[in-house]
């Protein structure tokens, strides 16, 4: 058994509305992409061992749409959908992203794929909406407080002399 | 979200952008209401009516000295919004581990 790679993400925040995690995987880019990319592969990954993908429709062009549905343990189901913007196998999709628990939070994720001595290096990109967006959203949603602001205040508190100081 | 746990709940008390302001103008220490004020673009009364927020989440203390009420942070009460962060960063370490190991089981599937 080689060594696998497990627990080697990165988790970096690198600004205020973005969250970048970064992972090598020892497999060829085009195999890499489709295991992200195709609901047959996604169905066998995505879901924690003791959730289950109750929907998982993926529509790989640009203006199409994906939706993930994963039921918990106990029933609740957590709804992920979302439309493709940018579509380039095998490097590269951008794609806007919404979770259903989180009303009136908006994110544009971004997956580029880069091989190099036959390992694939995945960055994956979490873009939460500009101010002018959520400010946008929060008119016609007619919230006047969404979970995108506390997704900024742990950005800062990943910072552990942020929180410890004071 | 106009619910009535805005002032029980440590998450929805920190949703709005201005208490966020005010923590961080407590992080380098105590501070008179005064002083808070004057760091920020708020008015006296705006301030006031969030650290009484603040207050009653527990993410900040007040205490009086002479005529001041002077305010600092109690960082301990963020710890739910740490284990909360905490099991989401966990949850993607996983996830992608979970993948990795399927990579490698598609790939020794190819070789055979």
Same mark, same amino acid.
């Given at each position: 058994m080689t060594p696998n790679r497990h627990g080697s993400a990165r988790i970096e925040f690198p600004n205020d509305l973005e969250i970048v995690l970064t992972r090598e995987f020892d497999a060829p880019i085009q195999l890499v992409f489709d295991v992200l990319t195709k609901p047959e592969h996604v169905n066998k990954w995505f879901a924690p061992y003791e959730e289950k993908m109750k929907v998982c429709s993926i529509d790989l062009r640009v203006g199409g749409n994906y939706h993930f549905v994963?039921?918990? &343990?106990?029933?609740? &189901?957590?709804?992920?959908?979302?439309?493709?913007? &940018?579509?380039?196998?095998p490097t590269r999709t951008v794609e806007t992203w919404t979770f259903e628990g989180w009303p009136g939070v908006e994110a544009v994720e971004t997956v580029d794929l880069h &091989?190099?001595?036959?390992?694939?290096?995945?960055?994956?990109?979490?873009?939460?909406?500009?101010?002018?967006?959520?400010?946008?959203?929060?008119?016609?949603?007619?919230?006047e407080s969404s979970y995108d602001n506390v997704e900024v205040l742990l950005r800062s508190l990943l910072d552990p002399e942020g929180t410890v100081s004071g | 979200?106009?619910?009535? #746990?805005?002032? #029980?709940?440590?998450?929805?008390?920190?949703?709005?952008?201005?208490?966020?302001?005010?923590?961080?103008?407590?992080?380098?220490?105590e501070k008179a209401v005064g002083?808070?004020?004057?760091?920020?673009?708020?008015?006296?009364p705006q301030v006031s009516k969030h650290l009484r927020v603040l207050s009653e989440v527990g993410l900040v203390r007040c205490r009086s000295e002479g005529r001041r009420r002077l305010y600092r942070l109690e960082p301990a009460r963020l710890r739910p919004l740490q284990e909360w962060l905490a099991k989401y960063e966990q949850a993607w370490h996983d996830r992608m581990d979970r993948m990795d190991d399927y990579l490698s089981e598609l790939q020794r599937g190819e070789r055979q």
């Open positions: 994963m039921v918990t &343990e106990d029933g609740t &189901e957590c709804s992920f959908r979302g439309t493709f913007l &940018e579509v380039e196998p &091989e190099a001595d036959g390992v694939t290096r995945l960055t994956h990109t979490l873009a939460f909406r500009d101010k002018g967006g959520r400010d946008h959203m929060n008119r016609t949603d007619g919230l | 979200m106009a619910r009535s #746990s805005t002032t #029980s709940d440590v998450f929805n008390a920190i949703a709005e952008a201005h208490r966020r302001d005010i923590l961080d103008a407590l992080i380098t220490g002083e808070i004020v004057n760091g920020l673009p708020m008015s006296q």
